[in-house]
């Protein structure tokens, strides 16, 4: 997986070759004139507006990289302009903690309709205020480094930025070759980086709030990805300053995947492409992963459009046991996750039933693949998203998957979610009989007595659980395992989904669908719950996909083997759920 240091590194590259980083701030270390005085302060002091502060934007990523975090002073003020930054003294604060290097990023309040005690027009005050910065720092012993504004994600219908902030990144880049100082081109790289994510992933690194996604400002991990691309810029300027950061640190924080991992373990094979992850077994598929939704069939209407859910799963001889937007219920698409009755800032959002238009889950990123002797896995991060004005993406959730080859007649993967609401309001799940983690088989396996089936043609599933209940008496049960298995084609074949005893109130009630092949895993039929601010709430389930009928004592014995594995906790943890 590529990491953001590899991502920095190419595009500074890139940009290097391109002529776009100036050839003045290229030679800055060798000629910055030497210290009048020794520096008794920190090692680093940034100066800025609230994109560089530690609440709001790279300030405090940039603090995480160093190996010491007590080298650097951030002193940005949130509104603050290169104009109201010296008017309300901050800046002489900043010369007066006597740093070796003093990072200077200003803009976003120097533009037009911010008021006369901030504004300052780029072809000329603005210029000379950091010319001012940049002597007086000189004058003080200390090395000024100038960064351009961090760009507004204001997204074109392509996927690419609509830049802001031009004129006052180029008067920044102009200034730093007049006076040969070192230059961080920020604006670039943020743009760059920007369109290298998209605009649905780069939203992970955004504050969402009531009002909808902050395009200006960072959550922490968007400082945490904007300051790799400083901490790199820096590097390749000041080659010496490597020395002060965490390298291993630094490659961690990752970068959008390539869309182009093909993976063997054994006789496994993961393949990505720009739309799926498939999974086969010696050639034949097992699952996939859909990152794009397919194509709405006709009649359908496109509203039921969904990325972010595995199908087909395919048993081992070739038999496909689940389905997506099936006629009877469009919005059901293989295996799927959604909560229907929410309510977040007193908003009514059901995530389940795409028709209402309230919310939808989708997919976000790749996060990463993997294989070993034994098994392949991939990461992918989901959204469940308010989509009605303010949009707001609610939940982020994490998806990780492990396949493993069980045996001619089955294959086995492993489900563990984990859902994180990233606003600063609660997300109520409210007592709802439905809802969670679901599977939809196909259309075939419809009951006969379905109202949207034709009686002649139906190949009713069997569905049952752990204690032998048909869809009624089994309905709401709480069970370990639900089993669901039919006939398509003289081929039988079916899967099973295990509950695992650390999930939130396990045994979990299992909604049986009375006759449509469904089934969903629903903690909230047992009453409301919360995920509060900056909580999680955590789910794993195991899946058996199977040709054939399965024994419901081998059955048992595979939840039990699930339950005890090492390091799995074997009692319900439900700390962050209220």
Same mark, same amino acid.
């Given at each position: 997986?590529?990491?953001?240091?590899?991502?920095?590194?190419?595009?500074?590259?890139?940009?290097?070759?391109?002529?776009?980083?100036?050839?003045?701030?290229?030679?800055?270390?060798?000629?910055?004139?030497?210290?009048?005085?020794?520096?008794?302060?920190?090692?680093?002091?940034?100066?800025?507006?609230?994109?560089? +502060?530690?609440?709001?934007?790279?300030?405090? $990523?940039?603090?995480?990289?160093?190996?010491?975090?007590?080298?650097? +002073?951030?002193?940005?003020?949130?509104?603050?302009?290169?104009?109201?930054?010296?008017?309300? $003294?901050?800046?002489?604060?900043?010369?007066?903690?006597?740093?070796?290097?003093?990072?200077?990023?200003?803009?976003?309040?120097?533009?037009?309709?911010?008021?006369?005690?901030?504004?300052?027009?780029?072809?000329?005050?603005?210029?000379?205020?950091?010319?001012?910065?940049?002597?007086?720092?000189?004058?003080?012993?200390?090395?000024?480094?100038?960064?351009?504004?961090?760009?507004?994600?204001?997204?074109?219908?392509?996927?690419?930025?609509?830049?802001?902030?031009?004129?006052?990144?180029?008067?920044?880049?102009?200034?730093?070759?007049?006076?040969?100082?070192?230059?961080?081109?920020?604006?670039?790289?943020?743009?760059?980086?920007?369109?290298?994510?998209?605009?649905?992933?780069?939203?992970?690194?955004?504050?969402?709030?009531?009002?909808?996604?902050?395009? +200006?400002?960072?959550?922490?991990?968007?400082?945490?990805?904007?300051?790799?691309?400083?901490?790199?810029?820096?590097?390749?300027?000041?080659?010496?300053?490597?020395?002060?950061?965490?390298?291993?640190?630094?490659?961690?924080?990752?970068?959008?995947?390539?869309?182009?991992?093909?993976? +063997?373990?054994?006789?496994?094979?993961?393949?990505?492409?720009?739309?799926?992850?498939?999974?086969?077994?010696?050639?034949?598929?097992?699952?996939?992963?859909?990152?794009?939704?397919?194509?709405?069939?006709?009649?359908?209407?496109?509203?039921?459009?969904?990325?972010?859910?595995?199908?087909?799963?395919?048993?081992?001889?070739?038999?496909?046991?689940?389905?997506?937007?099936?006629?009877?219920?469009?919005?059901?698409? $293989?295996?799927?996750?959604?909560?229907?009755?929410?309510?977040?800032?007193?908003?009514?959002?059901?995530?389940?039933?795409?028709?209402?238009?309230?919310?939808?889950?989708?997919?976000?990123?790749?996060?990463?693949?993997?294989?070993?002797?034994?098994?392949?896995?991939?990461?992918?991060?989901?959204?469940?998203?308010?989509?009605?004005?303010?949009?707001?993406?609610?939940?982020?959730?994490?998806?990780?998957?492990?396949?493993?080859?069980?045996?001619?007649?089955?294959?086995?993967?492993?489900?563990?979610?984990?859902?994180?609401?990233?606003?600063?309001?609660?997300?109520?799940?409210?007592?709802?009989?439905?809802?969670?983690?679901?599977?939809?088989?196909?259309?075939?396996?419809?009951?006969?007595?379905?109202?949207?089936?034709?009686?002649?043609?139906?190949?009713?599933?069997?569905?049952?659980?752990?204690?032998?209940?048909?869809?009624?008496?089994?309905?709401?049960?709480?069970?370990?395992?639900?089993?669901?298995?039919?006939?398509?084609?003289?081929?039988?074949?079916?899967?099973?989904?295990?509950?695992?005893?650390?999930?939130?109130?396990?045994?979990?009630?299992?909604?049986?669908?009375?006759?449509?092949?469904?089934?969903?895993?629903?903690?909230?039929?047992?009453?409301?719950?919360?995920? $509060?601010?900056?909580?999680?709430?955590?789910?794993?389930?195991?899946?058996?996909?199977?040709?054939?009928?399965?024994?419901?004592?081998?059955?048992?014995?595979?939840?039990?083997?699930?339950?005890?594995?090492?390091?799995?906790?074997?009692?319900?943890?439900?700390?962050?759920?209220?």
């Amino acid at each position: 997986m590529p990491s953001i240091s590899s991502l920095c590194l190419r595009v500074i590259s890139m940009q290097l070759l391109a002529g776009l980083l100036l050839p003045g701030s290229c030679r800055a270390a060798a000629d910055e004139p030497e210290s009048t005085e020794v520096s008794a302060g920190p090692l680093f002091v940034l100066a800025g507006d609230s994109t560089v +502060t530690d609440r709001a934007g790279w300030g405090a $990523g940039f603090r995480e990289l160093l190996a010491d975090p007590q080298q650097v +002073t951030n002193l940005a003020q949130s509104g603050r302009s290169s104009r109201s930054f010296r008017a309300e $003294g901050w800046w002489q604060k900043c010369l007066e903690a006597k740093p070796k290097y003093l990072l200077i990023q200003f803009g976003h309040n120097d533009q037009p309709g911010k008021g006369p005690n901030r504004e300052s027009k780029p072809e000329s005050e603005f210029r000379d205020h950091l010319r001012g910065y940049v002597r007086e720092a000189r004058e003080a012993g200390i090395i000024p480094v100038l960064v351009t504004s961090l760009t507004r994600r204001r997204w074109n219908s392509d996927g690419t930025i609509a830049p802001s902030l031009t004129e006052y990144a180029e008067a920044t880049a102009a200034v730093a070759a007049e006076l040969n100082a070192p230059l961080i081109p920020l604006h670039r790289l943020s743009i760059a980086q920007c369109e290298a994510f998209g605009p649905t992933a780069f939203r992970k690194f955004e504050p969402m709030k009531a009002d909808g996604a902050d395009h +200006t400002h960072l959550n922490p991990r968007g400082s945490r990805v904007v300051a790799a691309l400083v901490v790199t810029a820096m590097i390749s300027q000041l080659p010496d300053l490597a020395t002060v950061f965490d390298g291993a640190r630094l490659r961690d924080y990752s970068g959008p995947n390539s869309h182009s991992a093909d993976l +063997t373990a054994g006789s496994l094979r993961l393949l990505e492409t720009e739309e799926t992850i498939d999974i086969s077994s010696n050639g034949m598929p097992l699952l996939t992963y859909r990152k794009v939704s397919p194509a709405v069939p006709e009649g359908i209407k496109p509203i039921y459009h969904r990325s972010g859910f595995l199908h087909p799963l395919t048993t081992p001889r070739g038999l496909q046991v689940t389905a997506a937007f099936p006629a009877d219920h469009p919005h059901q698409h $293989g295996v799927f996750s959604a909560w229907t009755k929410t309510t977040w800032n007193d908003r009514q959002i059901d995530f389940w039933n795409l028709a209402g238009g309230t919310g939808r889950v989708l997919h976000q990123e790749v996060v990463s693949t993997s294989a070993d002797q034994e098994s392949i896995s991939f990461e992918v991060d989901l959204i469940h998203r308010a989509v009605q004005d303010p949009v707001v993406d609610v939940l982020n959730e994490r998806w990780s998957i492990r396949v493993s080859r069980g045996s001619e007649r089955h294959f086995c993967f492993d489900l563990s979610s984990v859902q994180f609401n990233q606003t600063d309001l609660p997300l109520v799940l409210e007592d709802y009989h439905y809802g969670g983690m679901a599977i939809r088989g196909p259309v075939q396996w419809l009951s006969a007595n379905d109202r949207d089936v034709d009686a002649t043609k139906a190949s009713p599933a069997l569905m049952t659980n752990e204690f032998g209940s048909d869809r009624k008496t089994g309905n709401h049960e709480h069970t370990r395992w639900v089993v669901m298995a039919g006939s398509s084609d003289g081929r039988t074949g079916g899967v099973a989904v295990l509950c695992h005893p650390s999930n939130f109130r396990a045994p979990q009630a299992a909604r049986l669908h009375p006759t449509k092949p469904y089934f969903v895993f629903s903690p909230c039929a047992d009453g409301q719950f919360q995920i $509060g601010p900056g909580e999680t709430y955590r789910a794993r389930y195991r899946y058996l996909i199977f040709d054939g009928n399965m024994e419901q004592d081998w059955l048992q014995e595979q939840w039990e083997q699930y339950a005890s594995e090492a390091g799995v906790p074997a009692a319900p943890s439900i700390n962050v759920i209220r």
